[in-house]
């Protein structure tokens, strides 16, 4: 069941009964939304579902211990750089929910007894968030939130265990890094005062899969702490000199760390790490971090960083959100398989999923097993097993795939990159060391390539993602490394050069492309007998991915192809 938070007058928040499903293009006020009885053959946009919490009382922003402030607005603002401002084509709503081409069945909607709800906020200050902070974002040109934001953060801010899923490129870093530098390190809340004979530990630990991410998020961070503030964060990823690390925690004291598993547990088991006391533990890219592969480190880190919840026992006295006293987890990221929501029950107090126009109390999500999206090839509303990747692409991306030969991918490539005049494109392999080749291959072309992968060393992948970012590398081919996190927002084309692994693979993959709403496409390149992977895909991430040609210079559809969209819109209207 879920909450659908809309856009109203009085900062409230409630739920509907039944799923309801709304028309694609334009968003509708929840007020205006009525009773559908029987079956309605609507456009699903976003999919909205009721909850009433533990003592059957409708799930409020009120009952999640939040009070909001309409902070009047600051006159206009001129250097807005919002989600509607990277694509004007594309209205607000298509761009917050994905697309799904089928027509589903609508089952009867109640009544909505909406009238007010925060979450579409037009700007932080609405979000409740300090003075500093926002001044610190309009320097940085940051003043409107996109819509994962503005769920995210008054929910955080009310101590609540999150996990936040919204597709790749929607802003979910600053959904977290916000309430944390709300109330940690020098941009916090003035309110907040330190106690004086309190030994200050680390207060805010994240941590991401690779050290790109990792390094990613603590330039975000420095950005907006700005020079005078930015050794209150330290990173800790691997790969770079540990002593100089250890050095600077001693030295500097920062609040708040960003590092890698292996790093983090490493100085934490070696004492050099004053996590005991520490609020917020924030976990990027979760279902990556919980691979077998980090499974030793993020032990560590789970049993040390701050007190676990389920240890002391809360104050009674206090309002329920003040009572907390063990750390906060917030886990991210754009797929969330069962294997996180298992862990967040786990590892969380009463944890809640955040995603971009709801939320949802885990204790209502299934343990495993299903979770129902519509099938982009079927008319039927079927429920099919996703992998936990719905809603997990941006809904602007196009998807095609070209059937060729292996021996003529790259010519493929090369061809696709021109006719649709992609300017930064990531090609995707499965292992690095055929990446060489491609880029040899490529560039006896005459098309500028690098190639990016672990082995490569620390500063040549420093040097290539500046080249790529910097326009003077057009193709940046890559393996895995890239597919988590990496953000150039300039990307306009992703290519599956390999066919990857399995539908998340996929989501992340295509997610370097279509950043905060911008266009973007996704090629899979691949051979006659892998088309039934590519349809097994779209299927699960419930978008359509269209066969296409390279043609004179042109993207061209196939007949086929057309036909059944044509037969597709048909059905739904
Ligand atoms: N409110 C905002 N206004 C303008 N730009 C923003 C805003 N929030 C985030 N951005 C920018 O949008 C881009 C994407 O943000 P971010 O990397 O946090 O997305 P994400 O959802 O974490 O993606 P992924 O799942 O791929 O990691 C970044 O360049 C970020 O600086």
């Not at 990613?216 to 907006?224: A, H, N, S, T």
């Not at 300017?423 to 499965?430: C, E, L, T």
């Not at 006659?528 to 299927?539: G, M, P, T």
């Amino acid at each position: 069941m879920e909450v659908l938070i809309g856009q109203t007058h009085r900062n409230m928040m409630t739920f509907v009964s039944s799923r309801l499903l709304l028309s694609r293009g334009n968003f509708i006020p929840l007020k205006k939304l009525c009773f559908v009885s029987g079956e309605a053959k609507i456009h699903t946009s976003m999919r909205v579902q009721s909850r009433i919490d533990r003592q059957n009382r409708p799930l409020t922003l009120e009952t999640l211990g939040f009070r909001s402030e309409r902070v009047k607005e600051k006159g206009n603002n001129t250097n807005q750089i919002g989600p509607m401002s990277l694509d004007k084509d594309v209205p607000r709503s298509i761009k917050t929910a994905p697309k799904r081409s089928v027509p589903v069945k609508a089952v009867s909607v109640k009544a909505l007894e909406i009238e007010g709800a925060p979450f579409t906020a037009k700007s932080f200050l609405e979000l409740g968030l300090p003075p500093l902070l926002i001044e610190q974002l309009d320097k940085v040109g940051l003043t409107t939130p996109t819509d994962v934001q503005s769920t995210a953060i008054p929910t955080i801010s009310q101590n609540r265990d999150v996990i936040i899923q919204s597709y790749t490129g929607s802003g979910k870093t600053l959904a977290y890094l916000l309430p944390i530098l709300a109330k940690v390190g020098p941009l916090k809340c003035v309110s907040i005062v330190d106690e004086p004979d309190k030994k200050k530990g680390i207060e805010a630990v994240i941590v991401a899969p690779s050290r790109e991410l990792g390094m990613q998020i603590v330039r975000e961070v420095e950005k907006l702490l700005g020079p005078e503030g930015r050794k209150a964060v330290q990173q800790l990823v691997g790969g770079a000199n540990r002593s100089r690390q250890e050095e600077a925690l001693k030295k500097n004291k920062p609040a708040i760390v960003v590092g890698t598993p292996g790093r983090i547990a490493e100085i934490s088991a070696a004492g050099k790490l004053p996590t005991h006391g520490c609020q917020f533990l924030v976990l990027d890219e979760v279902d990556e971090l919980l691979s077998f592969n980090f499974r030793e480190d993020m032990h560590r880190i789970l049993e040390h960083v701050g007190k676990r919840p389920g240890g002391e026992k809360p104050n009674n006295k206090l309002p329920p959100q003040a009572r907390r006293v063990e750390r906060q987890t917030v886990l991210v990221s754009a797929t969330v398989p069962f294997s996180v929501i298992r862990a967040a029950r786990s590892w969380g107090r009463d944890p809640l999923l955040v995603r971009a126009k709801s939320i949802l109390p885990l204790d209502s999500v299934p343990a495993s097993g299903t979770v129902s999206v519509s099938d982009p090839t079927s008319s039927s509303t079927s429920s099919i097993l996703t992998q936990g990747t719905v809603e997990s692409l941006p809904p602007v991306l196009k998807h095609y795939y070209c059937v060729t030969r292996a021996q003529h991918k790259i010519d493929t490539l090369r061809k696709c990159v021109h006719a649709l005049d992609a300017k930064y494109v990531i090609a995707f392999m499965n292992h690095s060391k055929r990446l060489k080749d491609v880029v040899f291959k490529l560039e006896a072309r005459g098309m500028n390539a690098a190639e990016l992968h672990g082995d490569i060393g620390k500063l040549a992948r420093s040097t290539v993602l500046k080249k790529f970012k910097g326009g003077e590398v057009r193709v940046l081919v890559t393996n895995e490394l890239s597919a988590r996190g990496l953000d150039v927002p300039e990307c306009d084309l992703v290519v599956n050069l390999d066919l990857p692994t399995d539908s998340i693979h996929y989501a992340h993959r295509a997610g370097r492309a279509g950043r905060l709403g911008r266009k973007g496409c996704v090629v899979t390149i691949c051979e006659e007998s892998e088309v039934f992977v590519v349809n097994k895909l779209q299927r699960q991430l419930g978008v359509p991915i269209q066969d296409c040609d390279f043609t004179d210079g042109k993207l061209v559809v196939s007949k086929v192809e057309k036909e059944k969209q044509k037969t597709t819109s048909e059905v739904a209207r």
